[in-house]
Structures are given as structure tokens and as C-alpha cells.
Nanobody, 123 residues
Framework: QLQVVESGGGLVQPGGSLRLSCAAS????????IGWFRQAPGKEREGVSC????????YYADSVKGRFTISRDTAKNTVYLQMDNLKREDTAVYYC????????????????WGQGTQVTVSS
């Protein structure tokens, strides 16, 4: 059974950092496209950062470029989202998603989703 489980969310002050983890089971992250998405209250789910299995294609939303970094550890079968210089507008539930084929960083392009982890940026 293919599964992804997010962790690492929490409360952080503006300017702080968090690292989200996405632990995969039932498949290898080295062979799947992986994406991080977020959804704030009253807003649509948006792609934050995604990468193809080879990491040759990597996408960052304009709002997070230079602050967030996606990476994967194939030995741990885990994908990370390092979030630095967090802003209040980064507050959202963050989801990890996976798909055997990478198309782009759109929610429709990912078939396997985690339950999400809450990130709150507040002083």
C-alpha cells in the first residue's frame, strides 16, 4: 500500500524555520515525483514545491523562492521541505503528495496524498 506521512509542522515565529518531513512507504521516493502543497483557510490548495523523481525538474512557487528547499533522502525514503524566513502568510496545512509520473506542480497531477501537517507562523 502506497502511503506518505507528513510531520514537522508546528508554531513558529515570523523569520523562523521549520523542516517538514514526508515519509514514504510502499514505494521508493527515488522513482516518484513528489510535491508539497498547502491550503490556508478559505483558500484553494496550492503547489509550494515539487520535483521529478530524478530531481531534474524542480518547481517553487514564486512566494517561497529563495526561502524553501525541497530535498529527498533515498536511504530514508523521505522527502523534506526546509522552510526558512517564514512569514505569517505561510500559515497553512501542508500536504505531501506523490505520483509515479511527474507532470507539473498541480494538485490534479498527484494521486497519493498524506493527511497534512499544520504550520502556523505567529508571534
Amino acid at each position: 500500500q502506497l502511503q506518505v506521512v507528513e510531520s514537522g509542522g508546528g508554531l513558529v515565529q515570523p523569520g523562523g524555520s521549520l523542516r517538514l518531513s514526508c515519509a514514504a512507504s510502499g514505494f521508493s521516493v527515488a522513482r516518484f515525483g513528489i510535491g508539497w502543497f498547502r491550503q490556508a483557510p478559505g483558500k484553494e490548495r496550492e503547489g509550494v514545491s515539487c520535483s521529478s523523481s530524478s530531481e531534474a525538474r524542480t518547481y517553487y512557487a514564486d512566494s517561497v523562492k529563495g526561502r524553501f528547499t525541497i530535498s529527498r533522502d533515498t536511504a530514508k525514503n523521505t522527502v523534506y521541505l526546509q522552510m526558512d524566513n517564514l512569514k505569517r502568510e505561510d500559515t497553512a496545512v501542508y500536504y505531501c503528495a506523490a505520483n509515479p509520473t511527474y507532470y507539473d506542480c498541480s494538485a490534479w497531477a498527484f494521486g497519493y496524498w498524506g493527511q497534512g501537517t499544520q504550520v502556523t507562523v505567529s508571534s
